[in-house]
């Protein structure tokens, strides 16, 4: 799909209900390195369905939640409605609509891949305060157990363009080249998520790469999935465990 913004715009109600959340120890991080508080401006770029937004708003920060797709922007507008320091804004990272020097941190969860950089950059240097940060952030899959290697074994079988989308193809030299002239600081949480085989069937399908129900992969796809979940579940669940990086810099 040549718009990636619209990658997702057939995904919502699978990526609100499968996709995993971010580890809160993410906000004391933050409180330890730059002195955090609810005070700081936050704009979430590529918000989505608010996933991460919502761990901010609940730390009492006023936050930007800048995304183009409109169904993920219209959930997290449904989802957050109670929310009064939430702004949704119809922005991208290369265009987020914000003034000048109006932000103190820019976050980004599971989407900087998606990005162009240059523009990026140059968009980012111009909405942040001066000594504003920006976060980078990725729940990384792991593939370590028989299920997990058995599950992205699936995803090179049938994903469409899973290998050429794929959010690791960003290593941390280009995060390196992005945050240049500063250094940036990295930090690794633990995440998991747990689930029936009709919850990873929908994390499954919360991916914009994997066939939806009209292409010809995709029952094909489903079929090995129940397979793989009929031998690797315990007590009828299945576990995926993750990695979540942080990388945080200056960039004002």
């Given at each position: ?6 990658r ?8 609100v ?11 004391s991080?933050l ?5 955090f508080?609810n005070?700081f ?5 590529g918000s989505?369905t ?8 609940d730390n009492?920060?006023t936050l930007f939640g800048i ?12 989802l ?14 290369e265009q987020t609509?914000l ?8 976050t980004a969860a599971q ?5 162009d ?9 111009r909405?942040l305060?001066?000594n504003?940060?920006?976060?980078l952030?990725?729940n990384?899959r792991l593939v370590?157990?028989?299920?997990e290697?058995?599950?992205?074994q699936l995803l090179l ?17 280009k995060?390196a080249?992005?945050f240049?002239?500063h ?25 914009s790469?994997?066939?939806?129900e009209?292409h ?5 796809m ?8 009929n031998?690797?579940?315990?007590n ?5 465990d993750?990695e979540t ?8």
């Amino acid at each position: 799909m040549a718009d990636n913004t619209q990658r997702f715009s057939n995904r919502v109600d699978n990526y609100v209900k499968y996709r995993p959340s971010y580890p809160t120890d993410i906000i004391s991080f933050l409180k330890k390195r730059i002195q955090f508080n609810n005070k700081f401006v936050v704009a979430d770029i590529g918000s989505g369905t608010g996933i991460l937004s919502q761990m901010f708003l609940d730390n009492g920060n006023t936050l930007f939640g800048i995304e183009p797709n409109e169904p993920m922007r219209k959930k997290a507008e449904e989802l957050l409605y109670s929310y009064s320091s939430f702004k949704s804004i119809n922005g991208t990272a290369e265009q987020t609509t914000l003034e000048n020097e109006s932000v103190d941190l820019i976050t980004a969860a599971q989407a900087f891949h998606w990005f162009d950089a240059e523009k990026t950059k140059a968009e980012f240097k111009r909405i942040l305060k001066p000594n504003g940060y920006c976060c980078l952030i990725w729940n990384e899959r792991l593939v370590t157990s028989g299920f997990e290697k058995a599950y992205e074994q699936l995803l090179l079988d049938y994903a469409i363009d899973y290998t050429s989308v794929n959010h690791k193809n960003i290593d941390e030299k280009k995060i390196a080249a992005f945050f240049v002239p500063h250094q940036f600081i990295q930090q690794t949480f633990s995440n998991k998520q747990v689930f029936d085989f009709e919850g990873l069937k929908g994390r499954l399908l919360s991916s914009s790469y994997t066939p939806d129900e009209n292409h010809p992969k995709h029952k094909p796809m489903i079929e090995s999935l129940k397979n793989i979940f009929n031998s690797f579940n315990q007590n009828n669940t299945a576990q995926f465990d993750y990695e979540t990086k942080v990388y945080l810099s200056k960039m004002s």
